[in-house]
């Protein structure tokens, strides 16, 4: 962000309960109730939205108690009337609000981090000194509010807590909303976030109010990139070199736009239309792999079974490299397992298996997918998995990833399924580094095979008739049948919108109805509209991924949605478990949640093998 945090560590002292009371006797008592359900993951605020305390007298001794919980530091409590979390309370807040009895106390947003807040992150370690100025921030001025709140975002920011960013420069907008670096501080919050939608509309913003802050262009710029919109990037990046004709990176990333704009216009220019794929030209017995090849072989005979692929695995674990011969060879017979099967796979669990796992992105953290077969069991008859897409880009270790995955669904093709996320695509591939990652370990003729894999992949399952099972979401319109999706053409990279785009980018949101989605692509869609589309099927459960939670899941939409994201400490710095759920066979596929955490990996950083150009705008 702009500017720098303001640098305190813990002082030892603590925030006086004189404090405390001043903050909230500052708080205005109002009857209004915030928008959103998730204080830190807000959209953009709403004036004058208020964020309602409820507290309750304790049976036990009668002191005031809140139906609360804290996430990170911020509270999450009861919201709109509906439980968030439960079980943390802010006993230095209680203490304050000891004579509020049980009467109900609303802040309004620009006083929560004042006072709520600023009590409640005590009891998570926060330095007191921000704990001291976020109180002294409600009897402050609206433009000494803004810069205190600016400053405690800018330290969130520094320390990779980007939701709590984003909520801080929110309520630092709140007070001044007129200054363009509050906008251009939260668009790059969103773009960590990889809410480049909002990221986009923060920095259009903070161009109205200063048409000179050139952050506002870069920041437009790097969401366009991030969606593979060269053309709109390119025009960003114009505008900061007029701006600075001097500033050398933004020449050098101008010209990286112009060269990505006149890629796609001569392979646009060069297509044919009826071209033969590549995996047409390969003949592997035309491969020779040499006898000083360490690496495991696939036996003419046996063909890849159990046995490879858990030989694999360790190979691959040792950093050992598999041969281009045998890579394609998984490759290559996946794909034809893959185009064989529907757009939507119709599940039926096996007798012999009484659980279902289900395990969302993970993204090319390899050592993060040998942990989950370390704690569940690897893919068998009686362990069935569903993997749900984004198994490449961001982790270095994509390759190994996938193949390993694509090698289970060959060798168990009725035990290991597998669904396309939105990170199967040509251009994410090319933004966030799994194209150069294979291009590094093999070459360009596997990299296109693996998009033709890649192409092949169903987009959604139904689990024992019960459980729909997709990427992303839900779709812009009601009625969707799955009769409808069973006849949507996959084999191509997904459109700008329509049933396929909705599938592999769509989110849910806590409140009912559809709004544009927070990353510029697809929709998000609530409740409501989860149990229309739910129900008009005949399906009890949404289980989707895509999005990084801090337990490694969450469960909404008053249980009928459920997020799984298996890619714990995403990009080696969001600090998030992993997950993964079991579906029991005997209980009505009711979903329990295991959590896990990050495990070492070799000292190869995210993004390793992306080009510097893509990686530096998306601060990697």
């Known amino acids: 962000g702009d500017g720098g945090g303001d640098g305190d560590g813990d002082d030892g002292g603590g925030l006086d309960d004189d404090a405390i009371a001043a903050a909230v006797a500052a708080a205005r008592v109002v009857d209004v109730t915030y928008p959103e359900a998730k204080l830190g993951l807000m959209l953009k605020p709403t004036k004058n939205a208020a964020f309602p305390v409820f507290l309750q007298a304790d049976a036990a001794d009668g002191t005031p108690t809140a139906e609360a919980g804290v996430t990170k530091g911020w509270c999450l409590w009861k919201v709109n009337g509906a439980d968030v979390t439960t079980g943390h309370s802010f006993k230095s807040v209680l203490l304050a609000l000891k004579d509020a009895k049980a009467r109900p106390l609303t802040l309004t947003w620009r006083e929560i981090p004042a006072a709520v807040v600023a009590a409640g992150v005590r009891e998570k370690g926060a330095s007191a000194s921000r704990l001291q100025a976020a109180a002294r921030a409600a009897a402050a001025t609206s433009e000494e509010r803004s810069r205190l709140l600016k400053e405690e975002g800018n330290g969130y920011f520094k320390s990779g807590k980007w939701s709590l960013a984003v909520a801080c420069y929110s309520a630092a907008i709140e007070e001044t909303p007129t200054q363009a670096a509050l906008y251009g501080n939260r668009a790059f919050a969103h773009l960590k976030l990889e809410s480049y939608g909002l990221a986009i509309a923060d920095a259009t913003t903070a161009l109205e109010h200063d048409p000179a802050y050139v952050k506002g262009y870069y920041r437009r710029g790097a969401a366009y990139l991030a969606l593979s919109k060269y053309k709109k990037a390119r025009t960003e990046f114009r505008a900061v070199c007029k701006i600075r004709p001097k500033d050398k990176d933004a020449r050098r990333k101008l010209v990286e736009c112009e060269k990505e704009v006149k890629r796609e216009a001569f392979e646009a220019a060069i297509a044919v239309e009826d071209e033969p794929p590549a995996s047409a030209s390969i003949v592997l017995a035309d491969i020779a792999v040499p006898d000083s090849y360490k690496g495991p072989r696939i036996d003419a005979a046996a063909g890849i079974d ?200 769509s989110d849910p949101q806590p409140f009912p109805g559809r709004a544009p989605s927070k990353r510029g692509v697809g929709m998000s869609f609530g409740p409501d509209v989860t149990k229309r589309f739910l129900d008009e099927n005949g399906l009890q459960m949404l289980i989707r991924s895509h999005e990084v939670k801090d337990e490694g899941y969450l469960v909404e939409h008053d249980g009928r949605c459920v997020t799984v994201f298996s890619a714990p400490n995403y990009c080696d710095q969001m600090g998030n478990k992993g997950a993964f759920i079991k579906l029991g066979r005997h209980n009505g596929l009711k979903p329990a949640f295991v959590t896990f955490e990050a495990v070492p990996h070799p000292p190869i950083r995210p993004m390793a093998y992306a080009q510097n150009f893509f990686a530096s705008l998306l601060g990697l």
């Not at 017979?333 to 669990?349: F, G, Q, S, V």
């Not at 390993?404 to 009725?414: H, Q, S, Y």
């Not at 996320?421 to 590094?440: A, D, I, P, S, W």
Request: proline share 4%.
């Open 306 to 505: 159990a046995a490879f692929v858990t030989a694999l695995m360790t190979h691959f674990k040792e950093q050992g490299s598999l041969h281009r011969r045998y890579a394609l060879q998984i490759l290559l017979e996946a794909k034809a397992l893959l185009a064989a099967l529907p757009p939507l796979l119709d599940i039926e669990t096996d007798a012999s298996a009484a659980v279902f796992n289900v395990c969302g992105d993970t993204h090319g953290q390899y050592y993060d997918l040998l942990n989950i077969f370390d704690i569940n069991g690897a893919p068998s008859e009686g362990n069935p998995y569903l993997f749900n897409g984004d198994f490449v880009d961001r982790g270095s270790f994509s390759v190994e990833n996938v193949l390993v995955l694509l090698a289970w669904k060959v060798a168990l093709p009725r035990h290991m399924h597998l669904t396309r996320g939105n990170h199967e695509t040509k251009n994410m591939n090319k933004v966030y580094g799994f194209e150069g990652e294979v291009k590094h370990k093999f070459d360009a003729t596997v990299m296109d095979v693996f998009t033709e894999v890649f192409q092949a992949l169903p987009l959604c399952a139904v689990i024992n008739r019960s459980v729909f099972v997709t990427h992303g979401g839900i779709f812009a319109d009601d009625g969707v049948l799955l009769q409808d999706i069973r006849k949507v053409d996959r084999f191509r990279e997904p459109p700008e919108g329509g049933l396929m785009s909705d599938l592999l980018w």
